[in-house]
């Protein structure tokens, strides 16, 4: 016997699976457009003017730069406009790691005629104006220097990992607001659930007094909603005492503390860690393509005024075409991670099982057998997953499993597939 339920995350089930700073992203984007077609226009145009070709050159230069934010914006603009559009299975949530894959082979294409010409001048070496030259390189940086302001802010290298929660006497956690306190001879104890970094394990302390609390006589056991029991032993770190073994997901338990004259029983409740972000890749990869794109031409910019001025203060003429060389290197390097973290995505290939772990945990903390298990990103901070349970309950339907994984944080979409074995 089988039951299969798609859980409906939202209450209209839609499939927008966007990033959270979707829309402030494509405002930045489209400004820096703004800027860079401006100065486009003013270097072609002032050029011709003044009839100097290195300042037509890097306007042409700078034509392309405007190209690649341009295909960043209208990833941003057709996401947004078509997130709704039934014709997306999943949504336009990976239009942005389509447009960063894109900027990322333009990336590594400049890289290489960057490299090509650096090479060519450094066999061949060509006569520098020198008070050209520099100054355009200078407003180049500079140039770059506000199109990386105007795109900051936004996440654009880690994974959303971080565990900068509420400090508090046993460290930040996002279950700082369900601390239990606990009256006992030895004063008012402090039980809370840590995971600031850590595999999550309990921590006690007794507040006001540092070590008036023996490890040995206290133990905590879980009590789950389907009956299932674990007990916790405990053992001295610094000024509390901490469980010396983890706590599976998810954190919904009865918390049965025994204490040397009795028990007491607390509850704690999952909550949807909306200040965690622990196992979501938000990360806006069109975004990050279009930051790194600034970036890149910010670290040629400075690369040549360098070699440059060193060109001009020693005599140095190879120098302008190293430079080159090596900020054709660099940019070959970011784009090479960009290429791979895209492209991982755009295939569904899981860079981070953290997900998967926390689902499996679940499913076994519930007492049964997961048979198949498919999670994957479906954009910037949301992951869908297929799932196939064998469970002995015959009253465990789909419905239970969407109670217990609608908790965790950037899981949107979920199919559950129930399957009831006879007990023999």
């Known amino acids: ?209 540092a070590d008036g609390l023996p490890a040995q006589e206290v133990t905590v056991t879980t009590v789950r909603p389907d009956g299932k029991r674990q007990v916790f032993a405990f053992a001295r770190v610094a000024d509390f005492l901490q469980s010396t073994s983890d706590i599976p997901e998810p954190h919904a338990f009865k918390a049965v503390v025994a204490l040397a004259d009795g028990e007491r029983t607390v509850s704690f409740a999952e909550h949807d860690h909306a200040d965690d972000g622990h196992g979501v890749d938000t990360r806006d990869h069109n975004m990050r393509a279009a930051y790194i794109h600034v970036i890149a031409d910010a670290a040629v910019s400075v690369l040549a005024i360098i070699g440059l001025l060193l060109a001009k203060t020693f005599g140095w003429l190879w120098m302008d075409p190293l430079a080159g060389i090596v900020g054709a290197l660099v940019i070959a390097n970011w784009s090479y991670g960009l290429i791979r973290d895209t492209g991982a995505n755009l295939m569904d290939i899981s860079s981070d099982d953290t997900m998967a772990g926390k689902v499996k945990a679940a499913v076994d903390t519930a007492g049964d057998q997961l048979i198949d298990l498919h999670v994957w990103r479906l954009g910037p901070g949301h992951f869908g997953a297929v799932v196939s349970v064998l469970t002995r309950e015959a009253s465990r339907g789909p419905d239970f499993y969407h109670q217990v994984l609608r908790r965790f944080k950037g899981l949107s979409h979920i199919t559950v597939e129930v399957h009831t074995r006879q007990a023999a």
């Open 1 to 209: 016997m089988s039951e299969f339920y798609e859980a409906p995350f939202m209450a209209e089930h839609d499939h927008v699976f966007l990033g959270e700073g979707h829309d402030k992203n494509e405002r930045k984007t489209w400004a820096v457009i703004v800027l860079c077609t401006a100065m486009m226009l003013a270097e072609i145009v002032g050029g011709h003017v003044f009839g100097s070709l290195a300042l037509v050159a890097d306007g042409m230069h700078m034509s392309t730069h405007a190209g690649a934010m341009l295909i960043a914006a209208l990833a941003y603009t057709y996401a947004r406009k078509h997130a709704n559009d039934p014709r997306f299975v999943f949504g336009t949530g990976k239009l942005g790691d389509l447009a960063g894959f894109t900027s990322a082979i333009i990336l590594a294409m400049i890289a290489m005629l960057i490299g090509y010409e650096a090479i060519d001048r450094l066999l061949s070496p060509l006569p520098i104006r020198f008070g050209e030259a520099i100054p355009i390189a200078v407003l180049g940086l500079l140039v770059n220097i506000a199109s990386a302001w105007l795109l900051s802010g936004a996440d654009h290298h880690g994974h959303s990992h971080g565990h900068s929660h509420g400090s508090g006497q046993h460290g930040g956690h996002g279950h700082d607001e369900e601390v239990q306190h606990i009256a006992s001879p030895a004063g008012m104890l402090a039980l809370s659930i840590f995971e600031d970094g850590v595999p999550p394990v309990f921590r006690i302390k007794a507040e006001g007094s």
